[in-house]
């Protein structure tokens, strides 16, 4: 499985200190993956609690296990849809997500049901990508692998659904958040200590495997062939590293 903590090490830090979660809270994390945010906050919130929230049954089973594995008893993770779960109105005291809520299909639904379980004025703080455009490891990947122009638009589920900050401050602000506030951060993504670790991380994307999913056996090896190169050139020495761009957002529950 991708590694997406070790992906993105950097913005979590980031993360976090925007977070700056203190002991007694009750912290909600939307689309928690495999738990590192919740666990975190987990930590930082004793004797508080944190609670994780994902679609996804594989990467709750590793939160679990790795909770448990770290001791902790004030976290806990559901499966669910965060537009329609039936959170404890009124519990959180404060709410997260790393680039896990880019994919509703109704994102005011969405934030709405989030802030009717967040304490009047309970902050949310987020990771979104920016566009398609201003991400290193999207561009350079995709040229590799294809050789083919970006599309120009994004589908409105895609990853950069809420690149766009006065979409995300209508759409929170039509869900009843206040207050909100968006900053650009600048950190790379990492994919591997060399190139052919990194290699065989990219071909776990699902991105990746769309893009050589129609190419026939000779095409695929020069696609290979080209992605090696790229990932030969963003190795660092310290590992292999593209340069993006998100928005943190800050928004408080009216």
Not at 7 to 16: F, S, T
Not at 137 to 150: K, Q
Not at 173 to 197: I, M, N, Q
């Amino acid at each position: 499985m991708f590694d997406y903590d070790a992906e993105l090490a950097r913005h979590h830090e980031r993360l976090m200190e925007a977070l700056d979660v203190r002991p007694g809270d009750r912290v909600l994390d939307i689309g928690c993956g495999t738990g590192r945010t919740t666990r975190d906050a987990a930590r930082a919130a004793s004797p508080g609690t944190a609670l994780g929230i994902d679609v996804s049954d594989p990467m709750l089973a590793r939160a679990r296990l790795r909770a448990e594995a770290e001791g902790l008893g004030n976290v806990d993770f559901v499966q669910g849809d965060a537009q329609s779960y039936a959170f404890p109105p009124e519990h959180f005291t404060l709410a997260v997500s790393r680039f896990g809520t880019m994919f509703f299909s109704d994102p005011v639904a969405a934030f709405t049901n989030i802030g009717r379980a967040l304490c009047p004025g309970a902050r949310f703080v987020q990771l979104v990508w920016q566009a398609a455009g201003r991400q290193e490891w999207h561009t350079a990947i995709r040229a590799a692998l294809t050789r083919g122009p970006a599309p120009s638009a994004p589908a409105a589920d895609a990853p950069f659904a809420l690149a766009d900050p006065h979409v995300v401050t209508e759409i929170l602000t039509a869900a009843g958040f206040t207050a909100v506030e968006v900053f650009d951060l600048r950190e790379p993504v990492y994919y591997g200590a060399d190139a052919e670790r990194a290699l065989a991380a990219v071909l776990q994307l699902r991105m990746a495997k769309e893009w050589v999913t129609d190419l026939d056996a000779a095409s695929a090896e020069r696609a290979l062939e080209r992605l090696r190169v790229t990932l030969d050139a963003h190795d660092t020495g310290d590992g292999v590293w593209f340069d993006s761009r998100a928005w943190l957002v800050v928004a408080r529950r009216s």
